[in-house]
């Protein structure tokens, strides 16, 4: 009895997601109309792009990379019941401080530099994350507005540091001034796997990750302590739960795995610092943990699943000219549909109310009540 | 010769700040209004994006600005309604759900401006109109009286909404449902009405605040144009303790700093652009962890309204 509950309950959570992400290609097929295309045939190159082949299955893993990572952040935080919205900056920051240190010792063997790189982008990403739990925790700051500043304040400072004291000295020599830095380390740089393609291990990383991030939230003291802060402040609170540090320390996590994203992002596929790294990974990143459901299990469908859909935008670009901002928009709506949508869990009666023909006076609704205890 | 430049400058810088008040002043006012109700609305940023794209395109092709403001409203509104929708009907979360129309509107607007403009023009947008008389006062003129009639609809519009929030039947029912919404609805204010009725008009003045980067300052589009205002203005409406004369204090300290900004760039201070940027999002931060701490916020804020009888 209570096992089939559970499984109706997940089964209509799966429909749910689904029926958000089509209302969502919906009124994105109506904004590909008003953008002079046929939806038909661009949602064609859209879904069949990335299963065309070799580069299409592998890049789009390639994508699912960060968005993964960044989500398992976001999953941390949300579960914790404080909101990051400041993946972008953190993922930059990380990926900055990341390529300073490799750049730095250019020397040294991968076994030692490659595990230093990637603690250092955790770290810096973790220090801009946090700054933010702090700020929450003890000002009082709402953290959305300031992870939202300190996005704006991580991409000034690296597009300074690509522009000056760390542009590649080469862009210099040549005149051509492209703000990035020089090339990584080739020791340090992440093994491609496939021949002809960008698909690195970072992809696998991620996805162990998200099995740890599940242990630490579900098996671990710690993790049941953030989960309490999150789920009911004040019953944490009572049961001498310090909800404060929880929150700084899940904004801290949350910063790590960002961090960790551009800096593997660097490593994997591009080897240098770039500008528009970040390329809005950081807002996906939400949308994934919303679409997996606060689990980090759940990311890993939903971040191969966006990662597809961000390739497919590509790919969709070149064939029938709609850019590729339309992701960003049908994303925008997948969240709004997606929270919006989560009334019908927290009050499943909606659903009754509303295939009733009349509104509920107290006859109908004592009838439902009586329905629903014969059940 | 040196002194004449000096309190030249100073004039200018003083004189753009005042300009750069009403987009702050327009979607930090709608803002409170929706906060005083309840809704936080953090879609602001991408209401402003969509107006300032739709005041320009309609510019652009239609060739008149006051158009181009009107539909930029509707455009807000719509949104507004959006918002309503998933916030109030549906009892979202807010500020995932702000962040979703953010989104949504940052792809909708670079998608639009994308396929129907494609590359940077210029439009002919609002001129200054100066105030006969009051524009000719040395020091003052300048600054003061000098400048297109938005902005003077912005600085207009503090002590409107302060005597619509404090002295109107609507501002009273605003209040009350941001603060006790049961208490509201057990004397038959509808209360999602309410909150509807301040996401629309919240809408409404993003869109206007939106239009004005493009008609009545830039006079073109580029992606982006919003810069973070939209945040800002949300942050401003804490800054400013959800009063409608410490939101005025708060855009003047921001719209200078933007002046600032734009001076320092101009006379080509040796300065790195980036940190002149940077200075308004970390003074933003630093205000806010001034203003906030044990400061009454509307007490319903955040929190969908749902009736317990259902």
């Known amino acids: 009895m209570k096992k089939s509950n559970r499984l109706v309950q997940s089964l209509s959570q799966v429909a749910l997601l689904a029926g958000a992400l089509l209302l969502a290609l919906l009124v994105g097929a109506i904004l590909i109309a008003i953008a002079g295309a046929n939806p038909l045939v661009a949602y064609k190159s859209m879904f069949l792009g990335p299963f065309s082949g070799k580069f299409g299955m592998t890049e789009s893993l390639v994508k699912a990379t960060p968005l993964l990572l960044v989500g398992l952040g976001v999953v941390t935080s949300f579960r914790s019941g404080i909101l990051n919205i400041g993946g972008e900056g953190q993922m930059v920051m990380g990926a900055i401080a990341g390529a300073a240190v490799a750049l730095a010792f250019p020397k040294w063997p991968a076994v030692i530099l490659l595990p230093l790189t990637l603690i250092v982008s955790v770290l810096a990403g973790a220090v801009w994350g946090g700054f933010a739990g702090w700020l929450k925790a003890k000002l009082g700051v709402n953290e959305i507005l300031s992870t939202v500043m300190l996005n704006s304040i991580a991409l000034q400072l690296c597009l300074y540091l690509i522009r000056g004291p760390m542009i590649d000295p080469e862009e210099i020599a040549y005149g051509t001034g492209t703000p990035q830095t020089a090339q990584l380390p080739r020791q340090i740089w992440m093994a491609r796997l496939v021949k002809g393609t960008r698909f690195h291990w970072g992809f696998f990383l991620a996805v162990a990750l998200a099995f740890v991030v599940f242990i630490f939230l579900w098996r671990t003291t710690i993790g049941y302590r953030m989960r309490a802060a999150g789920e009911g402040p004040d019953a944490a609170r009572a049961a001498g739960i310090n909800v404060e540090k929880y929150q700084i320390l899940a904004m801290a996590m949350a910063g790590g795995f960002a961090g960790l994203a551009g800096m593997v992002e660097v490593l994997g596929v591009h080897r240098r610092v770039l500008e528009g790294l970040s390329a809005g990974y950081g807002f996906s990143g939400i949308v994934v943990a919303l679409f997996g459901r606060l689990h980090p299990i759940g990311a890993i469908p939903a971040a191969i699943l966006f990662g597809m859909l961000t390739l497919g935008a590509d790919m969709m670009q070149r064939a029938v000219a709609i850019p590729a901002a339309i992701v960003m928009a049908i994303q925008g709506l997948v969240v709004l549909f997606v929270v919006g949508s989560d009334i019908f869990v927290r009050h499943p009666e909606i659903w009754r109310r509303w295939f009733r023909k009349k509104d509920p006076d107290t006859l109908g609704r004592l009838e439902a009540d009586s329905a629903g205890n014969r059940n | ?310």
């Open chain 2, 1 to 310: 010769m040196q002194g004449i430049v000096i309190s030249d400058v100073i004039i200018g810088i003083l004189a753009t700040g005042v300009r750069l008040l009403a987009p702050f002043l327009f979607a930090s006012l709608g803002e409170m209004f929706c906060q005083r109700s309840g809704v936080f609305n953090l879609g602001v940023e991408g209401i402003m994006m969509m107006g300032a794209f739709v005041g320009f395109f309609v510019t652009l092709r239609l060739g008149n600005p006051y158009l181009g403001v009107v539909m930029a409203i509707l455009a807000g509104i719509v949104l507004g309604l959006l918002m309503a929708l998933i916030s109030v009907t549906m009892q979202a979360p807010q500020g995932i759900s702000g962040i979703g129309l953010h989104m949504f509107c940052w792809g909708l607007s670079g998608l639009l401006f994308r396929v129907y403009v494609g590359f940077i023009t210029s439009i002919d947008g609002f001129k200054p109109l100066p105030i006969p008389g009051l524009a000719d006062i040395p020091v003052l003129g300048p600054i003061l009286f000098q400048h297109n009639w938005m902005v003077y609809l912005s600085i207009l519009f503090v002590p409107i909404s302060w005597f619509v929030l404090f002295k109107t039947n609507w501002g009273l029912k605003v209040r009350a449902v941001g603060v006790a919404p049961q208490a509201a609805d057990t004397l038959g204010v509808n209360v999602n009405a309410v909150r509807y009725q301040c996401l629309m008009l919240g809408g409404a003045l993003a869109g206007l605040a939106g239009a004005f980067l493009t008609v009545g300052q830039a006079n073109m589009y580029a992606d982006n144009i919003t810069a973070g205002r939209g945040f800002i203005a949300v942050a401003l409406v804490y800054f400013g303790r959800w009063n409608p004369v410490g939101i005025l204090l708060g855009s003047l300290l921001f719209s200078m700093m933007n002046s600032l900004q734009l001076w320092i760039q101009v006379l080509g201070i040796n300065f790195p652009y980036e940190f002149a940027v940077i200075l308004p999002y970390v003074v933003t931060i630093a205000a806010l962890a001034v203003a906030v701490k044990n400061v009454w916020a509307p007490t319903a804020l955040g929190k969908p309204f749902r009736r317990e009888s259902i």
